[in-house]
C-alpha cells in the first residue's frame, strides 16, 4: 500500500485546509485510516482516524469541533478538514493505513495508537501563522 498526503501549506490563525491521502496498491475498503502529526521536537500525536466499514469516526480532543474526517471509497482517499486553525496545529501531517481489524469499542482504543498502523504516508506540512 502507497500513501501520498497533499494539502499542507502556510496559512493564517483562523483558516481552514484540506489535507488529502490518496491511497493505491491494495483493496483501500479493507483498511482503517487514521491521521497523525509531529511538531518539532514533539512526538508524533493522534489526530482523526476513520473505519471504512459503519464509517465511525474518531478525533483527538485537541481537534474536536474544528477537524474532520471523511474519506471517498471510490477515489480511494480520505480527508482531513481543518477549521479554525490555530498556531499549534503547525505540525507535519501524516496519514496512515492498519490492517487489524479491532471489534466494537477496541477500535475507539487503538485507533489512536501509533502501533495499530502498518503503512505510512510521507507526511505534509502545515504552518499555522498567528
Known amino acids: 500500500v502507497q500513501l501520498q498526503a497533499s494539502g499542507g501549506g502556510l496559512v493564517q490563525a483562523g483558516g481552514s485546509l484540506r489535507l488529502s491521502c490518496a491511497a493505491s496498491?491494495?483493496?483501500?475498503?479493507?483498511?482503517?485510516m487514521g491521521w497523525f502529526r509531529q511538531a518539532p521536537g514533539k512526538e508524533r500525536e493522534f489526530v482523526a482516524a476513520i473505519r471504512w466499514s459503519g464509517g465511525s469516526t474518531l478525533l483527538a480532543e485537541s481537534v474536536k469541533g474544528r477537524f474532520t474526517i471523511a474519506g471517498d471509497n471510490a477515489k480511494r482517499t480520505v480527508y482531513l478538514q481543518m477549521n479554525s486553525l490555530k498556531p499549534e496545529d503547525t505540525a507535519v501531517y501524516y496519514c496512515a493505513a492498519s490492517t487489524k481489524y479491532y471489534t466494537g469499542n477496541l477500535y475507539f482504543t487503538m485507533a489512536s495508537r501509533l502501533l495499530t498502523y502498518d503503512y505510512w504516508g510521507q507526511g505534509t506540512l502545515v504552518t499555522v501563522s498567528s
Open positions: 496498491g491494495h483493496t483501500f475498503s479493507s483498511y482503517d
